[in-house]
T-cell receptor, first 112, second 112 residues
Framework: DADVTQTPRNRITKTGKRIMLECSQT?????MYWYRQDPGLGLRLIYY???????NKGEISDGYSVSRQAQAKFSLSLESAIPNQTALYFC???????????FGPGTRLTVL | KQEVTQIPAALSVPEGENLVLNCSFT??????LQWFRQDPGKGLTSLLL?????REQTSGRLNASLDKSSGRSTLYIAASQPGDSATYLC???????????FGKGMKLTVNP
């Protein structure tokens, strides 16, 4: 089984809808991250969390919110989706003191 | 603002060639540099991580070097195979920051 899982893997929605993307990990890592990838722009950090009570904004947090329900779960929400949020979204984890990040398989989100 | 560049954006080679992938960054005050591989539908896999104090790292047929003063890193792939076909991403982490700054990636195709 994959160590970092994301659900759903694909989602098509309409402008104005609320969307939640979920990430779960079995690696026991304390740090979790949400990135988005756009063609021609590379990956950019949206939010990150050091533990359940420590949430931090990344480079492009506007229009997004997150929830760290447990050490193993980190959810990303789009309160009112807009077409320019169409992208590939990745969750990643890292253990404190170890620099390597481990990525999930991604969620492809399309906002019509 | 840190910027990471990977040129060319795509490369197609016959099997067996030794390859050099290039990555450049604008601010030499980095904490570490990572090379990732991205396969469609499978997210990113960390290949090699070089700390700012290191010059190179090796794993199997892969060797990554870092010249921090000139803002460059290279990923060397020996005896390329069709299974090496993927998109390769370079990312730097700056000191005191959780953010990884990614390049846009280089799509490698190794033809049998």
């Amino acid at each position: 089984d994959a160590d970092v899982t994301q659900t759903p893997r694909n989602r098509i929605t309409k402008t104005g809808k609320r969307i939640m993307l979920e990430c779960s990990q079995t690696k026991g890592h304390d740090r979790m991250y949400w990135y988005r990838q756009d063609p021609g722009l590379g990956l950019r950090l949206i939010y990150y969390s050091f533990d359940v009570k420590d949430i931090n904004k990344g480079e492009i947090s506007d229009g997004y919110s997150v929830s760290r329900q447990a050490q193993a779960k980190f959810s990303l929400s789009l309160e009112s989706a807009i077409p320019n949020q169409t992208a590939l979204y990745f969750c990643a984890t890292r253990k404190q003191g170890v620099d390597t990040q481990y990525f999930g398989p991604g969620t492809r989100l399309t906002v019509l | 603002k840190q910027e990471v560049t990977q040129i060319p954006a795509a490369l197609s080679v016959p099997e067996g060639e030794n390859l050099v992938l290039n990555c450049s960054f604008t601010d030499s005050a980095i904490y570490n540099l990572q090379w990732f591989r991205q396969d469609p539908g499978k997210g990113l896999t960390s290949l090699l991580l070089i700390q700012s104090s290191q010059r190179e790292q090796t794993s199997g047929r892969l060797n990554a070097s870092l010249d921090k003063s000139s803002g460059r890193s290279t990923l060397y792939i020996a005896a390329s195979q069709p299974g090496d076909s993927a998109t390769y991403l370079c990312a730097v982490r700056e000191g005191g920051s959780e953010k990884l700054v990614f390049g846009k990636g280089m799509k490698l195709t190794v033809n049998p």
